[in-house]
């Protein structure tokens, strides 16, 4: 037998959580009621449906706590490293050391639409010379700006190269204002000519072992830069341990995405699958807490499996997700329209995939930060989501654009089309917005006609 | 000889004359720009390179650099369809001594893509010769003049703000668009002591101001002393459409001069709007003797 265990509005989780806690619900140290997040200006919580879980409940806290974590590890007279744009890589660098986190102030795309605009922050980076024609992540200038977020990093190490232009200038202006950035080099990962000597980053694909050098060699230099933050040097052996900390994050993460995008019914709703990934990049500031709360809904996806509940009804169609979109209720959407999550690539898979333990441990974060997506050829990009689709069975893909982001024009023409003559799947090219409100009509109907096509081409 | 169509600054050309090869950049024109032509979200100069490529019956090499995300992407969708060899340079951002390697592999790379183009034949000799660097025939005078700035302009584009200036009794001083970069790089020297050709070159390339370079203040402060040194009364930036490096340029320079300053936005099409145009007829009047 089959049920469903109800995805619950934030309303309905104040008595949920009564409930669990008179029924001896133990909490981690920023755990608390959801509804503190509303009331503190994440607005946008009110329009979403959450899983009903402890253990989601748990990933929520973790990361709607990350700015105060952050500065009660100041207080205590840890040190901040900003770090951007790569996307997983520099921030092993940083927890290597004993008074560094790290965390990506590129995720302030994304306070705008906690915060439903009314944080200010997109029209104190239009000020700045950065309009609507960049993409949301322009809120990281405002965000520097007005110091109201979070606490201002004590260094920051931005990755630029092959990174979109969108991310280059955003931070570019963080620098006129007057920010230090330590910038470093992140090539186009090229494909090896001829008998070029060559390492494989996955099962099909490889670069040139020169670029791994190259980008070694910045990462020594990020490292060398570290050290005169910390005050500290750098210990080979702690290095290799945080490698294989994470490793032991990505295995777990590894786990749940599996469990979750193979099983007949879906066992963990779509925007606690995407919040889940987010984890993978930077740890949200903490990888021992983050370990804890992957460990956990882990076991809640287990049970579920184990005793048939789902979170959606089975026939829901199995959709493969491309690109973060700027509005996370987005993810809810795709629900009520009768998808669900069934593979992803949210522009990071390299922060997904295990560091390779058995080289030197800069040559395996070199390699890893090569695997990028965004930094080789969209070409291979959509090879590799294509080959993922196949894995997962996913029945139908969303192509989701980012407003004004600079790669999306050309990337996803290529990687659609890809897509579209191989895969016969159907491939839905939709833009979300920073809050899809105005559109969720227009978007509703385009994510209704994808999965009733689908529904159609089903064996009767 | 092959004809080797390139559009980027970054791409040397005294090693395309060096290898026995012709180095063309085309003279792109907003009209060349097909009504039909697929250019939503994307910037009009790359669309406007690929459609001369495209209309080109000559070439034998295309190049293209990942100087900015919109050209490194342009060229997968170009070289689909090309049935001549495509070579992508990697344009590294920094100055580091990483970057520095990266671009004398990349020239060292392109050394060997021109070895296998029909009739190549190296000579080193050559790559010391005074190259014709383009230029758009700006000049310092004593009429009062005006910098230009920003994203490639577009040939016809560039003739027709001409004759408008030239109406206002006012002249073109400074020329600081991205067609005209490599006419501030450093001549290549045969006496400097770098025993690597490649190393010389990527040096020598390095030292080009360029928008997308980081840090980010060298360039603005090069291009604000350029503009000073000219004595402008005034500063058009052009501003294509989807072109991330140049849209905040309004803010950096007028932060940072007391000039007049006018952003002119090209059209979705390439082409300088009557809208535009009437803009800056307005901004020239202000600035006329």
């Known amino acids: ?460 | 000889m092959a004809k080797v169509y390139y559009t980027c600054p970054y791409v040397p050309i005294e090693l395309i004359i060096a290898s026995g090869h012709e180095p063309l950049r085309p003279q792109c024109a907003a009209k060349s720009l097909a009504a039909e032509a697929e250019t939503e979200g994307l910037c009009v100069w790359a669309a406007g390179f690929v459609q001369t490529l495209m209309q080109q019956t000559d070439i034998d090499a295309a190049i293209f650099t990942t100087a900015c995300d919109q050209m490194r992407r342009t060229c997968e969708l170009y070289a689909e369809h090309s049935k001549s060899p495509v070579f992508l340079l990697n344009v590294p951002k920094t100055g580091s001594p990483a970057a520095q390697a990266i671009l004398s592999d990349e020239y060292r790379r392109f050394a060997g893509f021109l070895a296998n183009l029909p009739g190549a034949k190296f000579a080193c000799k050559a790559m010391f010769l005074k190259q014709d660097i383009p230029n758009r025939g700006c000049s310092f005078s004593s009429e009062k003049g005006l910098a230009l700035i920003g994203g490639p302009l577009f040939e016809d584009d560039f003739k027709m703000l001409s004759r408008l200036v030239a109406g206002f009794r006012l002249n073109i001083c400074f020329d600081g668009t991205e067609s005209v970069w490599p006419q501030y790089r450093l001549p290549l020297s045969q006496t400097q002591t770098t025993a690597d050709l490649f190393e010389l070159l990527a040096d020598n390339y390095l030292s080009m101001p360029a928008v997308w370079k980081r840090p980010v203040p060298p360039f603005w402060n090069w291009l604000i002393e350029q503009i000073q040194l000219s004595r402008a009364c005034g500063v058009i930036i052009i501003q294509h459409p989807f072109c991330d490096y140049w849209r905040p340029a309004i803010y950096d320079i007028k932060c940072r001069i007391n000039t007049p300053v006018v952003m002119i936005e090209t059209g979705e099409g390439g082409s300088l709007s009557a809208a535009a145009l009437l803009r800056l007829e307005a901004f020239l009047e202000q600035c006329m003797p």
């Open chain 1, 1 to 460: 037998m089959n049920t469903l265990s109800p995805q619950l509005t934030l309303n309905q989780w104040k008595n949920r959580y009564c409930y669990l806690r008179d029924n001896g619900m133990v909490e981690r140290f920023y755990g608390g009621p959801l509804q503190r997040h509303f009331d503190a200006g994440d607005k946008r919580l009110g329009r979403l449906q959450f899983d009903n879980s402890p253990a989601a409940l748990a990933l929520w806290n973790l990361i709607l706590t990350e700015e105060d974590r952050l500065r009660l590890w100041r207080h205590k007279g840890g040190k901040i490293i900003g770090t951007m744009k790569d996307l997983g890589t520099t921030p092993i660098l940083a927890y290597a050391f004993d008074n560094l986190v790290a965390f990506y102030p590129d995720a302030a795309w994304w306070i705008p639409c906690f915060k439903q605009h009314q944080d200010g922050l997109f029209e104190l980076a239009a000020k700045n010379g950065l309009d609507a024609v960049f993409c949301p992540v322009r809120a990281m200038v405002g965000a520097f700006i007005n110091e109201q977020h979070f606490p201002i990093p004590d260094a920051l190490i931005c990755a630029v190269g092959a990174v979109c232009d969108d991310f280059s200038v955003v931070a570019g202006r963080l620098e006129t204002l007057g920010r230090d950035i330590f910038w470093w080099e992140l090539p186009h990962a090229r494909i090896p000519e001829g008998d070029e000597p060559a390492v494989l980053i996955d099962d099909k694909q490889s670069i040139p072992c020169r670029q791994v050098q190259l980008v070694r060699q910045e990462l020594i230099r990020i490292t060398e830069f570290l050290e005169k933050v910390s005050g500290t040097r750098l210990s080979q052996v702690r290095l290799s341990k945080t490698i294989q900390k994470v490793n032991c994050i990505r295995r777990l993460l590894e786990t749940l995405r599996s469990l979750v995008f193979k099983s007949p019914q879906c066992p963990l709703g779509a925007l606690e699958m995407m919040l889940t990934e987010m984890l993978a990049i930077h740890f949200c500031s903490d990888p021992d807490e983050t370990e804890i709360v992957l460990a956990g809904l882990l076991r809640e996806v287990q049970e579920r499996i184990a005793s048939g509940v789902g979170v959606l009804p089975r026939n829901a169609v199995r959709v493969f997700w491309i690109n973060p979109p700027a509005d996370i209720s987005a993810m809810n959407l795709l629900e009520r329209c009768g998808g669900r999550l069934c593979g992803t690539e949210f522009m990071f898979p390299h922060a997904l995939k295990c560091i390779d333990e058995t080289c030197d441990p800069f040559t395996a974060l070199a390699k890893a930060a090569l695997s990028d997506p965004m930094i080789g050829s969209s070409q291979q990009r959509a090879e590799r989501i294509a080959r993922q689709i196949e894995t997962l069975n996913s029945e139908a893909v969303v192509m989701c654009r980012i407003p004004g982001a600079s790669h999306c024009a050309v990337e996803s023409r290529i990687i659609a089309n890809l897509l579209r003559e191989r895969m016969n799947r159907p491939v839905l090219d939709i833009e979300i917005p920073t809050l899809i409100d105005p559109y969720e009509t227009s978007l509703t109907t385009r994510l209704e006609a994808l999965t009733e096509t689908v529904r159609s081409r089903r064996p009767l």
